[in-house]
């Protein structure tokens, strides 16, 4: 299958990004170097292009009503402005997908979605849209800027006329930005720094990824790889769909009952509440490496006789700890913050413990 | 990106640069350049007997984990200590402070059957 390019593409080719594949798109995994990056984020700012994820419209009467039949979370809650974080639950005890849901307005609403997932989110809400709201794929019409850093706030003030530092986590608006109308300005991100993510339509990335790093110049601002942007989710234990959750995993065993709601029914609810009322099998830890060593996605967790207890899901040494953390699934009774665990990387077993998340 | 017409490499991009019958070994600027920033040089096979394209320990970048492979048969007699607290040297200097092992070389005309620097750069396209 050809890789799909972000318009950006060539630019990010020029400013000597290493290119990969990834989620079917080619995209920048490193500018510079990783670590470099990382700290850029967590200490100034610095901007990833993420046109890759999926936006679907879900528009008209009955656009609530659907989203609430599908997502986890409690979307009645919205008001115009505010986001979710949410997922789609499958039929069979896993997740579709993990999203956001923006509300617009009344009956108007966005989702955005990992871009591995456009194809299966779209068939996903189509299969259970019974009643007509109107849905369109923009995924191929918008590209997405995430602009993330402590310094984000000053760059972003500078490009439009709303008061940005105001804006509340999980908030958007819709403005002006960098002269360009209808921009989407919303305070999330993947990186636990702060900042924003800016949708501009395609035919205007390139004016609004100018006009960031014009602004950004005097707070050493820098384009940002994927590469950082895994360890940077990392740092915080944010969930990364095909890494921490999937098809298999439940979201009450990932530790997202915050953001499933038994307050309304939807896809699998009430084989969920039975499992948040009987207990999982499994839960999503955080731990970090005691010796030394790095977890890595399937290494297996093992308790102190060596038997399997779980497996390691995503893991990294943290740029900014500088010791090995991950994230993994293990039998419940290994699961209490303080537990040790031992991770087996090659032919060691090495110690670890779990923590609470955040590690930074 | 620089590679060393004195060195021998390997398609595995490490280089080996003979003295007598003793060798260091290290992974070279492109293998550098694509793992990224090194996080971590796990190498335990000290007083170990290899052969060749044996594995004789772990690169870790941020993002990956690369085995690394003995270009020639030979006895592993030290790991560079100074990879411990700067496993970063492997990408600021591959070839000289971020050596990685040295070895007792089994049969020093093994590194004939290696590749030169032009070869090397053949293969990896520079």
């Known amino acids: 299958m050809e890789l799909k390019k972000v318009v950006l593409n060539d630019l990010h080719a020029a400013l000597g990004a290493k290119m990969v ?10 500018y510079s170097s990783d670590i470099e990056e990382h700290k850029c984020v967590r200490e ?9 994820m999926g936006e679907f419209s879900v528009k008209g009467p009955g656009a609530l009503d659907l989203i609430q039949r599908i997502v986890s979370n409690d979307a009645a809650k919205l008001f115009d402005g505010k986001i979710q974080y949410a997922c789609f639950p499958n039929e069979t005890g896993g997740i579709v997908d993990d999203l956001l849901v923006y509300k617009i307005a009344e009956e108007d609403y966005m989702l955005v979605v990992n ?25 191929d019409q918008i590209s997405l800027f995430a602009v993330q850093g402590p310094k984000a706030v000053e760059v972003i003030q500078q490009l439009t006329t709303v008061d940005v530092k105001a804006m509340e986590y999980y908030t958007f608006t819709t403005a002006t930005f960098a002269g360009i109308d209808n921009v989407i300005v919303s305070a999330t991100g993947y990186t636990g720094a702060g900042g924003f993510e800016i949708y501009v339509p395609n035919k205007d990335a390139e004016k609004a990824w100018k006009a960031i790093f014009e602004a950004g110049a005097a707070y050493g601002i820098k384009p940002i790889g994927l590469g950082a942007r895994d360890t940077l989710r990392l740092e915080k234990g944010y969930c990364l769909y095909g890494n921490d959750i999937d098809d298999t995993t439940s979201p009450i065993e990932a530790g997202l009952g915050w953001v499933t709601k038994f307050t309304k029914k939807f896809t699998n609810s009430d084989a969920l509440l039975k499992q948040k009322e009987a207990g999982v099998s499994r839960k999503l830890i955080g731990f970090k490496m005691i010796e030394r060593g ?28 500088g010791i090995g953390v991950g994230m993994g699934y293990v039998k419940p009774e290994f699961a209490a913050i303080g537990a040790e665990i031992f991770i087996q990387i090659r032919d060691k077993q090495l110690k670890a413990e779990v923590v609470k998340f955040p590690f930074v | 990106m620089n590679f060393p017409s004195e060195l021998n490499y390997t398609k595995e991009h490490e280089w080996i640069r003979l003295e007598g019958d003793t060798a260091y070994v290290g992974v070279t600027d492109f293998a550098q350049k694509e793992l990224g920033d090194i996080v971590y040089v796990d190498i335990t096979s000290t007083g170990n007997d290899l052969g060749a394209d044996e594995i004789f320990g772990t690169v870790e970048a ?29 990408n600021s200097d591959p070839y000289g402070d971020g050596w990685m092992i040295k070895l007792k070389v089994a049969n020093p005309a093994d590194v004939a059957g290696l590749l030169s620097m032009e070869a090397y750069t053949k293969l990896i396209g520079v």
């Open chain 1, 21 to 30: 594949s990834f989620a079917g798109f080619n995209m920048p995994v490193r």
């Open chain 1, 44 to 52: 100034a700012v610095g901007v990833f292009d993420v046109s890759h």
């Open chain 1, 115 to 139: 871009a591995g997932n456009i194809d299966k989110d779209w068939a996903w809400v189509n299969k259970f849209n019974t009643t007509g709201v109107k849905l369109e794929n923009l995924s």
């Open chain 1, 294 to 321: 790095i977890p890595r996605s399937h290494y297996e967790i093992v308790d102190a006789q060596g038997n399997k207890i779980g497996e390691v899901t995503s893991g990294t040494q943290s740029p900014m700890l």
């Open chain 2, 62 to 90: 941020v993002k990956t984990v690369s085995d690394l492979f003995l270009p020639i048969a030979g006895k592993v007699l030290e790991v560079n200590p100074l990879l411990e607290a700067k496993p970063d040297l492997v």
